[in-house]
């Protein structure tokens, strides 16, 4: 074998290495557009976990404390800033209505990051990146989860599609 030969077989190995691993993380990566199987598929225990409020206050998200909404916005994200102004209006009808939003984040991601003001942080929870990645294992957003008070799964998708409609609907407006 010449060395030409030698360095054109490296060079095919070493590309069909890349590929390979091009092909796997692109396959891991992939964020699904059905609303079914973007988090969680319906049915699904959560574990327990907890954040911290914007005051400081350690809070404990558990079953039997209430149902949640678990909003998932980021920094940077273009839908996160038409979604917002939705998230916002639904975060302030919730807790009247049994109902407690908290938009989940390990970015230190701000209200005006989103074009929204500063009251809007009341409904964030910071939380250390190892629950982030059990909340949201694929980094999606802007998603949700809707949780019972039991901690089990009733619906996971983006902002806007016909679940997150129906909550919207259900809340109506202020009381």
């Given at each position: 074998?010449?060395?030409?030969q030698a360095i054109l077989a490296f060079v095919s190995i070493a590309t069909t290495l890349n590929?390979?691993?091009l092909a796997y993380f692109l396959?891991?990566?992939r964020v699904s557009t059905t609303p079914g199987d973007l988090l969680f598929p319906v049915g699904v225990q959560m574990e327990n976990f907890t954040g911290t409020d914007r005051t400081g206050a350690n809070i404990d998200i558990h079953a039997g404390s209430t149902a949640f909404a678990l909003i998932f916005l980021s920094k940077g994200c273009p839908k996160c800033l038409i979604a917002a102004p939705e998230a916002a209006?639904?975060?302030?009808?919730?807790?009247e209505r049994g109902l407690?939003?908290?938009?989940?984040t390990a970015d230190q991601l701000k209200a005006a990051d989103l074009?929204?003001?500063a009251s809007f942080e009341s409904y964030f929870l910071d939380v250390n990146r190892i629950a982030y990645g059990?909340?949201?294992?694929?980094?999606?957003?802007?998603?949700?989860?809707?949780?019972?008070?039991?901690?089990?799964?009733?619906?996971?998708?983006?902002?806007?599609?016909a679940d997150w409609r129906s909550l919207v609907a259900q809340l109506g407006e202020p009381l």
């Open positions: 074998m010449t060395d030409t590929l390979g691993l396959q891991r990566s209006s639904a975060a302030n009808r919730t807790a407690r939003l908290w938009v989940v074009g929204q003001d059990m909340l949201n294992p694929r980094r999606a957003s802007p998603a949700y989860i809707f949780l019972s008070a039991d901690m089990i799964v009733q619906a996971t998708g983006f902002i806007g599609d």
